[in-house]
């Protein structure tokens, strides 16, 4: 993601960055673009995850930080189209004005990889059940944790959640299977360090 003029971005693999906005826009899709479409087709449950922080794609900058902003996150503001929506969630990596890292053993970003474990029962309940807010929670919990004990305790990533929605927190949004639940709670038990536990 990136933004310019005011305006925020998403930016597929072939888009083209450059000081050329109109070629901007043509390869890149308009965040507000992207909210309209999904609002467009009535759906009763979204969840929007966002992990596009990181380093500014612009070659000129270099390692500069690509920071979470304003503009982004109003862009998927979806007060004014949830009607009849049970629930519309957007998941950011990070929070506003906060750059999202990679962890660079994974290949990937630390929000991502936790989002992967919490999904596949990091996060679950004692039913198995992944539900919104339990995720939330997980990877806010997981993410600063990681984060800081990898890069150092001023390194901040705090992910940041946008929930609308009645009872949004209950949404069951994944079902892992028992053994992965009971396997994550006795990784500790077998001499692998365990991910920081969501419910501490």
Known sequence: GIE?????????????ISGDLALLEDTAIKVERMRNLIAETGVQQ?????????ND????????????????????????HNQGITSFVTLY???????????????????????????AGGAANAQGEVTLGGLISYLQKVVPKRTQLELGSSK????????EGYRADELVIAVAPVRAVAA?????????????DATD
């Open 4 to 16: 310019r003029s005011k305006e925020a971005y998403l930016l597929p693999l072939d888009a083209q």
């Open 46 to 54: 979204v969840v929007l995850i966002i992990d596009a922080c990181r």
């Open 57 to 80: 794609p612009t070659a000129s900058r270099g390692d500069a930080d690509n920071k979470l902003t304003e503009t982004t996150v109003n862009g998927f503001d979806f007060k004014a």
């Open 93 to 119: 990596a990070t929070k506003i004005g906060e750059r999202a890292y990679e962890y660079k053993a994974k290949k990937q970003g630390y929000f991502s990889l936790a989002l992967v474990e919490g999904l």
């Open 156 to 163: 901040q990533q705090q992910p940041y959640a946008q929930v």
């Open 184 to 196: 994550d709670s006795m990784a500790g038990k077998r001499g692998r360090a365990p991910l920081p």
